[in-house]
C-alpha cells in the first residue's frame, strides 16, 4: 500500500489536435488534462501516452510497469493494433487495473472484456448530466457528495448493452429525459475494469474537480493485488484414487 | 411458448472418428448422442451439425434458424473460422442461447463472449464426480435431485477464469479432492449462456439422462426471448432543452 | 405451465377508504384495480384481500393457496402482525413469489426478506416519471417498449438502500432531477421478489396498461418453480471415512 | 487508513466452558484465542467479549466503538436479544463489518440481514475439509494460496439457504462428499458482511495460521469506509416543476 500506484493515461488525441472546439477546451490534450489531475494525488506516479506514439504509446516497457491504465478514444478505435488489445486485456486478466472513459466504452479493448457490443443512445446538445451516487461506501465514490453535476455533456442513454456490474456505482439523468449507468465496475480474471462515463472532448469534464477525484478513487481501487500468469495445469490428485480400469 | 425451439447441437467430431477409446462410446459421434438425447423433449426440435460440413455446420440458414446452440469442441478450437465466432457472437447478444459443454470452455466463442481466460485445472484419471444442486427453483436444475453422482470423468477443478456467474446452479465435488462451478450461467446481449462441465469424450456421460435433462432445461431457460438487432442510435431529446449556445 | 397461477392481491385498503383524492381515483381500492388489470390476463387466477379482513386477510387458507403475493400498503406497515410477516417470509423462502409495490417499500415483509432499511428520497409533486427499461429480455419486460411514461407520480430518489439486485430491469427519470431504480428482481430462498416504484395512491398508475402489464409479467416470472420447506440435515457421508479417533 | 481497525470479538462462551473437548482445544475460550490469532495484526486492535457479560458484551460504548464485529454462536442464538440485533443491524447498515463464523450462520444477527434461513447440511465426522480459493485477488484471500486444508472439520454441505453472495472467495471440499460455498461476501447498507465456515468448537482451526490470515484480512476488507446514518427524506425539486394542478 506504501508504494505509488504507477498509472498510464492513454489518449487517442486526436479531436484535441484536429477539432476547433476540442482544442480550445484541451489545449494541451485530454490526457494532460487527465494526467495533471491524476498528478494531484501524492499517491499516483502518472505517465501520460498516445496513440501516435512508438508502440501507439504502449510498448511492453510502458504497459509492464503499469498498475493502472486509463482509456479515452473515440474516431480511431479501428487504428488500436490487434495486438495491443490482446497484450493489455492478457495485464488486466493478470491483475492491472483499467479504466475506461466515456467514448471508450466502443473501445476494442473494452468490448474485448466484456464480450458484448456497449452501444447505447446518444445526443450531442450541450445539456445537464447528474451523476448520483448509489454507493456511497463504495472506494470509487469515496469523498463524493449525493451526486456531480455538469452543467454541459454529450447525453449517453440506455440501453447500453453491458454484462451487468458487479457494483453500480453511479446512475446519470440527463436533461433531455434519459438515464444511463455511468460508474460501472467489474473483475474480469485478477483485474478490475471501472467504466466512468463523462468526458466529451467539447466540454471541461477533466477540469472538474469531482470527475478527477473518482478516476483518482478508480485507480486505487483498480490496483493490482495480485499479478498471475494464465495456466490450465495438469494436476496430480489430492486424494487416493482407486486404480485405473484398463479399457476394454 | 407453444411453438418448438430450434436446438443446434454443434460437435467438433474429432475424437469421435480419430479416437478409439472415444469411438467406442460414441460410435456415431457425440453430437449425435447429444442431439438423440435432447430429441427425446416433444419441446425440442433438434439438428446436429459438425465442423467438417460446409460453412463448419453453421451456415446462415442454419445459425439465423437456431434458437439454441449447444457447443462441443476440444482440439480443434483453433479451426473455427473468426468469421463464424463473429457471426455466433453477433447472434448471441441479439438473443440466441448457447449451452457451452466441457472442453468447450476453451473454445473461441466461450472466450470471446465472457473475455478471460476460462482455464482450469485438470486430470483424467477416471475418477467420481457428483455435481451438487445449489438452485433447485433454477430452471436448468428443473427435475434434478440434490446431486448428479457420475462414475468416471475427467477433473475439472478451481480456479475457473470466468467472470462471475449470475446464476452458479450446479458445484462439482471430484474424488481427488477439487472442487468445481460445473454449472454457470450469464447473460450478454440479449442472450443466455449456460456453461455445464461434465462431457469428456471417453466417458458415457451423454448417455446418463439427469445430464441430458440439464442440457434440455438450459435450452428451454435459454430459448430466445427476444431477437434485437445491435444499434447506437442517435436520439432526439424527450424533454426541452435551452438552446445551444454558440462556441466563442 | 398449464395450470394458472394463483396471485393473491394484498391491500392495506386505507387511502382509499379515507383520503379523499385516493378515493376518487380508486373508488373501489386500489386492490380491486390492480386486481381487475391482472385479471384480464387468463393465465391468472386472481383474489382481491385486504388488511381489515379475518387474519389481516391472509389465513392459511389463502396464504397456502397463492402462488404469487403481490403487496401494496403505506401507513399502516407498522399494524401488520409479525406472526403473519413470519408466514409470509416463510412461504417466499420455500417458493412463492412476492411483488412489493410503491410505499411497500417499508413493509415489514420487504425489510424482513431484504434486511435493509428500504429508504429512499421522496416527495410528491405531480411530476413527470420514465422507466427505461434496462432489459428488453427479462420475462417482466416482456412486450414493454424503450419506456414508461407516466405524467403525474409522486418522486422516489436514490440513494434507495437495498441490497444489489440480482437484476435491475428498470431505471426511472424524474422531471425534478433524481433517478431511482424502478423494477428490481431478488431471489431469496426458493422464492423471487420483484419490486416495482410507480403506483402512489392519488394516481391512476394501476389503470396504466403497461404498469399492469409489468406486474403480470412479474407473477409469471415469479410463480413458484419448486415448494421445499426448510431443513437443516443431519446426514451420512457419501464417501467411506477413516474411522474416528477417540479423544484423548 | 492510517488508524488501528477497532475489532470486537463476540463469543457465545457456552461449549469452550461446558464441554469437555472444547474446554480442551479452547482452555481460554474460543473468543479469546480468535482475539490473540487477530491481535498478531498490528493494524487491529482487538477486543473479546461474551454472551454473559452485561449488554451481552455489547454495550453501546463497545458497540458504537467497533469498526469490525467477528460472531461465533452455536446452542445460545435464542438467547441474544432482539434488541441486541436490531442494534447491531442497525450498526452494520450504517457502515461497520460483520464477520460471522462457522455455527454463526443460524445466529439472528446473520439472518436477519441476509433474510434466509441460512441452514444447510451438516455432520461431525472428524473428516478433512479443503477450501479452495476462487479468487486470489480479493482482499480476503491476501496471501492465501491455492486452498487451505484442515485435517478435522465439521462438514457443512450444499443447498447452503443463503442470498447469491456478491463475491464468493472460497469453496470447501469435503472427504465424505460435499461441497460448501466456506467463504461469502456481501454488502448490506453501507456495511460488508464475511461469512467464513470453518471453526467448530472441538477442532484447533483457530490456531491454523492461514484461517486467521482470512480472519483478519476480512476485518480489512469489511472496516467501515462510511458511517451514515438512515434516512428517507421529503427533498425540494432540482428542476423547475410545472406548478401543481389543483385537484378537481
Redesign the interface.
Known amino acids: ?1 506504501g508504494a505509488a500506484i504507477a498509472v498510464t493515461v492513454w489518449g487517442e488525441n486526436w479531436h484535441d489536435r484536429h477539432n476547433e ?1 476540442a482544442r ?1 477546451v484541451y489545449p494541451e490534450g485530454m490526457h494532460t488534462a487527465i494526467a495533471r489531475g491524476l498528478a494531484g494525488s501524492a499517491d499516483l506516479k502518472v505517465r501520460a501516452v498516445t496513440l501516435d506514439q512508438p508502440d501507439q504509446g504502449l510498448p511492453d516497457s510502458v504497459l509492464g510497469a503499469t498498475d493502472v491504465l486509463t482509456w479515452w478514444g473515440h474516431v480511431k478505435h479501428a487504428d488500436v493494433d490487434d495486438a495491443l488489445v490482446d497484450r493489455v ?1 492478457k495485464r488486466v ?1 493478470e ?1 492491472m487495473g483499467l479504466i475506461v472513459l466515456h467514448s471508450g466504452h ?1 473501445s476494442k479493448i473494452f468490448r ?6 456497449c ?5 450531442e ?3 445537464k448530466e ?1 451523476l ?8 470509487v465514490a ?1 469523498g463524493i457528495g ?1 451526486y456531480i453535476e455538469l452543467p454541459c455533456e454529450e ?1 449517453y ?5 453491458i ?2 456490474p ?3 456505482v453511479f ?9 444511463f ?1 455511468s460508474g460501472c465496475c ?6 478490475r475494469i471501472f467504466y466512468f462515463r463523462p468526458g466529451h472532448e ?1 466540454y471541461p469534464t477533466y477540469y472538474n474537480k469531482d470527475i478527477i477525484r473518482v478516476i483518482a478513487n478508480a485507480c486505487r481501487w483498480a490496483r ?3 499479478m ?1 500468469a ?10 487416493p ?2 486404480p ?2 484398463p ?2
Not at 112 to 117: E, K, S
Not at 230 to 239: F, H, N, V
Open positions: 500500500m472546439a480550445r486485456q486478466l491483475g466502443f474485448r472484456l466484456l464480450g458484448t457490443n452501444s447505447l443512445k446518444w445526443r446538445a450541450d445539456e447528474r448520483w451516487n448509489l454507493d456511497p461506501g463504495h472506494p469515496e449525493e447525453m442513454g440506455e440501453r447500453f448493452d454484462p451487468t458487479d457494483a453500480l446512475v446519470s439523468w440527463f436533461q433531455g429525459g434519459e438515464v449507468r467489474w473483475e474480469r480474471g485478477h483485474g467539447t493490482p493485488r495480485v498471475i494464465d495456466k490450465c495445469p495438469k494436476t496430480e490428485a489430492l486424494e484414487l482407486p485405473r480400469q479399457r476394454p
